[in-house]
């Protein structure tokens, strides 16, 4: 059973350019938790969708940023015209509909953006 | 407003010592802690999970030990070897229910 999947691993972007994170969950699941990683820093909570509902979507910044998960195919996080300070490691996590504890969240690999 | 953080940014131990990493939260509602371990490049990976009715935990070489008087938890990793240098983050839940609050992490170097 193949873990969550995300790409591209790393994406380099020029600033006003748009990023597309894709992220396919773990075989069953219908949560996804977007999260972001600035160097040095812990993980920091965007949005968790299911499918085809933004379910909290707190940790998002109001602009130039939006998600989704469709009922077919990945989850995407879309980052409009970006700027120096999106530059971060982005994390997906996935957890099952019916999870044993509410937290039972697994993690992708996660995308690096870079933003020049 | 909520958080959970960890007390050292950094730790240095020999192969075949103790570590003991630490952590405090400020939600005293909060009912579950979970410790994950990242090594560099990758995601973060599940180490051990504790609820808040209990005060101690055991997995395989970690121990989790609950505080709730003090608001604070430890991961205990017994005879630490090269493998378990990584960053290690304590995280629990938000007020809403919804996602993890993660601290900022202690980094483990393990010196041979």
């Known amino acids: 059973n193949a873990g969550v999947m995300q790409n591209p691993r790393h994406l380099v972007r020029r600033r006003g350019q748009e990023a597309r994170l894709r992220c396919s969950p773990m075989k069953g699941h219908s949560h996804v938790y977007w999260y972001r990683q600035l160097p040095e820093e812990g993980l920091k909570f965007m949005v968790y969708?299911?499918?085809?509902?933004?379910?909290?979507e707190s940790g998002m910044p109001k602009e130039r940023f939006s998600a989704e998960f469709p009922k077919e195919g990945p989850s995407i996080l879309r980052i409009q015209q970006v700027v120096r300070g999106d530059s971060a490691a982005y994390f997906c996590a996935s957890s099952p509909p019916t999870a044993a504890e509410p937290y039972e969240q697994y993690f992708g690999p996660g995308t690096r953006l870079t933003v020049t | 407003g909520e958080s959970v953080g960890l007390h050292l940014p950094t730790l240095s131990v020999q192969e075949g010592d103790n570590s003991i990493i630490n952590c405090a939260y400020s939600n005293s509602a909060s009912d579950y802690f979970i410790w994950y371990k990242q090594e560099s490049g990758k995601g973060p990976q599940f180490i051990i999970d504790i609820r808040s009715n209990m005060d101690k935990r055991q997995g395989q070489r970690v121990t989790v030990l609950l505080n709730k008087t003090v608001k604070h938890l430890s991961l205990q990793i017994a005879a630490t070897q090269p493998g378990d240098s990584a960053v290690y983050f304590c995280?629990?839940?938000?007020?809403?229910?919804?996602?993890?609050?993660f601290g900022k992490g202690t980094t483990l170097s393990v010196s041979s």
């Open positions: 995280a629990g839940p938000n007020q809403a229910g919804t996602a993890l609050i």
């Open positions: 969708l299911q499918k085809e509902n933004i379910i909290d």
